[in-house]
């Protein structure tokens, strides 16, 4: 990210003023959808810098625990807290000023269609009241960030799947967040798509060190980010030296609404666990 991006959110960050202790746990969370369970006794933790990407088979409840993640779902059961504040019967006013700390990335990309590059990277700026020229300056540094200031005029109908999708990475981080999800960024992108996403999503990670949640249904991008970093002086993703891995890259696994695996890279590559080496082969 540019040096005038790591400034604003040096300064702006609230992690401060936050309680010791993760930026997002989940306690017996259970929730259902018509009488059919969803999730259930879902616990894990996701540390300050930590990215904790989540896996599974479809339909085992990945996009649902995102959804909770920033209260647009709110469970049957169990605590959530994120930033240390109980968001399951946080009243909606409260859960708005939280959200301002969290940038998503949708799996479509979710863009207004309507709107040019600019004001739909700029959204949120432009609902908090920020100046004309503030805003359009941030909005250059992110789409640099994800090198398409270029489209900067364009609309979503002129983008390629790819490019629409770094726009909606440039809109999650524009606010300079505190905690980024990302919802299968890379769903329905060709492989070579695929890959210069997750390259914006390590280098996020490596520049900025936000705390993240990221679904992902293919297993070569998750890998992928868990085993290169980002090099500033070339400006692009490398291998990690030596078959190294990330250490500040985790993994949640899901299987029919339950944690069946929560650690590290290593851990999960060196699994005994019949049912996990057979989804990661």
């Known amino acids: 990210m540019t040096e005038a991006l790591v400034n604003t959110k040096s300064s702006l960050s609230q992690h401060d003023a936050d309680p010791p202790g993760p930026v997002v746990a989940y306690s017996d969370v259970s ?7 969803v999730l259930e006794d879902i ?19 990945k996009s649902v625990l995102m959804k909770l993640a920033n209260g647009l779902l709110r469970p049957d059961s169990g605590t959530i807290k994120v930033f240390g504040q109980e968001i399951t019967t946080m009243p909606e006013k409260d859960l708005y000023k939280l959200r301002a700390r969290i940038g998503m990335v949708f799996q479509e990309s979710a863009l207004f269609d309507s709107l040019s590059v600019e004001d739909n990277v700029a959204y949120r700026l432009h609902e908090d009241g920020v100046p004309e020229e503030e805003a359009h300056k941030r909005v250059v540094e992110a789409l640099q960030f994800v090198e398409l200031e270029p489209a900067i005029a ?7 799947g790819g490019m629409r999708r770094r726009v909606s990475i440039a809109r999650a981080i524009i606010s300079n967040p505190d905690l980024i999800l990302y919802d299968s960024p890379t769903g329905g992108l060709d492989p ?13 990670r490596d520049v900025s060190h ?3 949640l990221l679904i ?15 090099n500033p002086t070339t400006g692009r993703m490398e291998l ?4 190294g891995v990330d250490d500040s890259t985790k993994f949640l696994v899901l ?4 944690v069946v695996f929560d650690g590290t890279t290593e851990a999960l590559v060196h699994t005994t666990d019949p049912w996990l080496k057979d989804y990661i082969s």
């Open 31 to 37: 929730i259902r959808f018509d009488l059919k369970p």
């Open 43 to 61: 616990s894990f933790d996701v540390q300050r810098g930590e990215t904790r990407i989540i896996l599974g088979p479809a339909g085992c409840g």
């Open 154 to 160: 364009k609309f979503p109908s002129e983008l390629s």
């Open 192 to 204: 070579i798509t695929s890959t210069t996403i997750i390259e914006l999503v390590v280098k996020q």
């Open 210 to 212: 936000t705390t993240s």
């Open 216 to 230: 992902t249904h293919r297993l070569q991008d998750a890998f992928t980010l868990a085993r290169n970093r980002f």
């Open 240 to 243: 990690i030296p030596n078959n």
């Open 255 to 258: 299987n029919e609404g339950k």
